[in-house]
């Protein structure tokens, strides 16, 4: 009999991950994009391996192939609204008001349920592509809906400055959530509609602090208010974070999938540490790496004195200098993303998935095959507008 509950371990480790980051962001500058697609399937396989709930590792079975044909495709969309649309918007525009930020207001405001619809379309393919004990999971279709109500619910959060945004986000959860399956099973996700807004409390204290010292400030011209942000500053800081671990505390505890239910306890203090730690690692190895290329371009150009270059020799210096400056550009780019990947985004990910539990998995047996779902587009317009869509 299945134990009634199953504790998640993480098997990755900051070493390989760095590797592999740098291997496959190599091969993608080396063919102008296009390993990309290999690249992100192979960084998910790890990632997903890694996490094992009860010892059985998630397995990612996407085709990079298929990111590849759907990017083609989503290109094609793409390139008629940038090509046709925004032409049309740019005509009317110049015609009635003889400017162009009306056209590029209409054209972002066009765009915007676009990125609402490619994110829920990526994380549908990411998902029937996720399969663990061998079963897989899925979303329902439901991209168009899940844009405009983004739509909505992004304008009431930006009228109200901000203050909607966790209504927002659970409302958006359970949208995506109550059309998640596994197997045979639909997850659910509870909560009452404020449920989130005491996770948000410490940010709000902090801005309703800032607030105040600049009101002050403003009113009395009082230098000393200018001290009030040497408070409001670390603990917005640490309200980010409580937002961060308590949301996801919160929300986690409120999904169900069947019997089954799910338990957390991510750290704030542990996130922070997370970021600072890998922020500053990622910033002394920047700092060496400008530090050798600054001495490897004093080498080239024979001095590390630029008052004792000759004018008359800058513009063949420069042209030989452009293919290092590149290689130091792209190797930056790339030792940024497999630091982050080694530092932060694995830290991230092995901290909440051993603070997750699952409970109530006596009957975890009795979940069924679902059916494939083809979804040959997989994350084409994700890739196309570039949103990410998980990692």
Same mark, same amino acid.
């Given at each position: 009999m299945p134990p009634s509950n199953l504790t998640i371990s993480y098997a990755g480790e900051?070493?390989?991950?760095?590797? !592999?980051? =740098?291997?496959?962001? &190599?091969?993608?500058?080396?063919t102008?994009?296009?390993?990309?697609?290999? +690249?992100? *399937? @192979?960084?998910?396989?790890?990632?997903?391996?890694?996490?094992?709930?009860?010892?059985?590792?998630?397995?990612?079975?996407?085709?990079?192939?298929?990111?590849?044909?759907?990017?083609?495709?989503?290109?094609?969309?793409?390139?008629?609204?940038?090509?046709?649309?925004?032409?049309?918007?740019?005509?009317?525009?110049?015609?009635?008001?003889?400017?162009?930020?009306?056209?590029?207001?209409?054209?972002? !405001?066009? =765009?915007?349920?676009? &990125?609402?619809?490619?994110q829920?379309?990526?994380?549908?393919?990411?998902? +029937?592509? *996720? @399969?663990?004990?061998?079963?897989?999971?899925?979303l329902e279709p439901g991209a168009w809906g899940y844009s405009w109500r983004s739509m909505v619910h992004w304008i009431a959060t930006l009228c109200t400055a901000g203050l909607m945004w966790p209504l927002t986000t659970l409302w958006l959860e359970k949208y995506r959530v109550s059309r998640t399956f596994y197997g045979d099973q639909r997850f659910v996700q509870g909560g009452a509609k404020g449920m989130l807004f005491g996770a948000m409390r410490h940010v709000y204290y902090a801005l309703g602090l800032s607030v105040a010292a600049t009101v002050m400030l403003v009113l009395y011209g009082n230098p000393a208010w200018v001290l009030v942000y040497l408070l409001s500053g670390p603990w917005l800081i640490y309200g980010w974070a409580y937002w961060r671990a308590e949301s996801f505390k919160r929300m986690t505890e409120a999904k169900q999938l069947g019997e089954m239910r799910f338990t957390a306890n991510p750290r704030p203090g542990r996130i922070i540490g997370i970021y600072a730690l890998g922020g500053l690692m990622m910033n002394i190895v920047i700092f060496g790496v400008?530090?050798?290329?600054?001495?490897?371009?004093?080498?080239?150009?024979?001095?590390?004195?630029?008052?004792?270059?000759?004018?008359?020799?800058?513009?063949?210096?420069?042209?030989?200098?452009?293919?290092?400056?590149?290689?130091?550009?792209?190797?930056?780019?790339?030792?940024?993303?497999?630091?982050?990947?080694?530092?932060?985004?694995?830290?991230?990910?092995?901290?909440?998935?051993?603070?997750?539990?699952?409970?109530?998995?006596?009957?975890?047996?009795?979940?069924?095959?679902?059916?494939?779902?083809?979804?040959?587009?997989?994350?084409?317009?994700?890739?196309?507008?570039?949103?990410?869509?998980?990692?």
């Open positions: 900051k070493g390989p991950v760095f590797w !592999l980051a =740098l291997r496959t962001g &190599i091969l993608t500058v080396l102008l994009g296009i390993y990309r697609f290999w +690249a992100k *399937t @192979r960084l998910r396989r790890y990632y997903w391996s890694a996490i094992r709930p009860g010892g059985a590792p998630l397995e990612y079975v996407g085709d990079p192939l298929e990111k590849l044909l759907g990017f083609l495709v989503a290109v094609v969309f793409m390139a008629f609204y940038i090509g046709v649309v925004n032409l049309i918007l740019m005509y009317f525009s110049f015609a009635l008001l003889n400017a162009n930020y009306a056209a590029y207001g209409l054209s972002f !405001l066009g =765009l915007t349920p676009i &990125i609402f619809f490619a829920y379309r990526a994380r549908r393919y990411i998902l +029937a592509r *996720t @399969r663990w004990r061998g079963i897989r999971f899925g400008f530090f050798v290329a600054f001495l490897a371009l004093g080498l080239v150009a024979g001095t590390t004195d630029l008052e004792s270059i000759n004018i008359e020799d800058m513009d063949v210096a420069t042209t030989a200098l452009v293919p290092v400056v590149m290689l130091v550009y792209f190797l930056f780019i790339i030792l940024t993303r497999a630091m982050t990947h080694a530092w932060i985004t694995l830290p991230l990910a092995q901290h909440f998935a051993e603070v997750t539990e699952i409970v109530n998995t006596q009957n975890i047996a009795d979940i069924v095959q679902r059916d494939r779902d083809e979804f040959s587009e997989a994350e084409g317009f994700a890739e196309a507008l570039d949103v990410g869509a998980a990692i």
